[in-house]
């Protein structure tokens, strides 16, 4: 079956605070780990993407991490705001297979 | 507006009809995507083409759906004999060439009745 998954559907953070949502992967050939933000009635939207060649890249507010030993990828999000609250995606890109896979997502809400 | 664009945005059917979805994908990107996502779920993967060939079907995608991009620009996702089943979000993503990421449409909001 399809491979990508995660560890929490559901995450509440106060505003302001960091959070950081993970996700677990089991194909060692993926290559390119992509997430996204999904908000209701809309379409993913793409954040930050990693290859497998980092373990690391910074965006604005945005940090994904990748532990390939591990097969997990993380994404925190720093000083949470209201308009942060999403479902967030990872998806990965296995090598050759030219898609991508998403798992189930977790549900972000930032409370005041 | 240079994203990717899916016509209509909702849809409501009757059970047994056809119905078929448009995507107009970013203009420079080869590769399109159909996803299906249902409440709560990710997307699911349905269909790929890079240009004009559709070169990847899931499972997923029985003998009732059938999609095409005829001139390797939009494409079009038909359902038959709709089932409620069907019900669901169908996405379009567009890609560039290499590791990148792909752009979504806004989604066609599919509800059988």
């Known amino acids: 079956g399809e491979s990508v998954g995660l560890h929490l559907p559901t995450l509440s953070v106060q505003e302001g605070d960091n959070s950081i949502i993970n996700c677990a992967y089991s194909n060692s050939a993926s290559d390119y780990f992509i997430w996204y933000k999904q908000e209701s009635g809309k379409g993913p939207q793409f954040i930050i993407d990693i290859r497998s060649n980092m373990d690391k890249r910074q965006g604005q507010r945005v940090t994904v991490l990748l532990n390939k030993t591990v097969k997990h990828l993380s994404l925190q999000i720093a000083a949470t705001q209201p308009g942060d609250s999403a479902v967030y995606f990872c998806a990965e890109d296995i090598q050759g297979a030219q898609k991508l896979v998403f798992g189930q997502g977790t549900r972000l809400t930032i409370n005041p | 507006d240079t994203g990717v664009s899916q016509d209509p945005r909702h849809k409501i059917t009757k059970r047994g009809q056809n119905v078929t979805f448009r995507c107009d994908p970013i203009s420079e990107h080869n590769r399109l995507y159909w996803y299906r996502q249902t409440l709560g779920q990710g997307p699911e993967f349905l269909t790929y083409f890079q240009n004009e060939a559709q070169l990847e079907k899931s499972r997923l995608l029985s003998d009732r759906f059938s999609a095409e991009r005829p001139k390797g620009s939009f494409s079009t996702l038909e359902i038959q004999r709709t089932e409620q089943g069907d019900s669901a979000m169908y996405l379009c993503?567009?890609?560039?060439?290499?590791?990148?990421?792909?752009?979504f449409g806004q989604g066609t909001r599919l509800t059988v009745v």
């Open positions: 993503a567009s890609r560039g060439e290499g590791n990148t990421e792909a752009f």
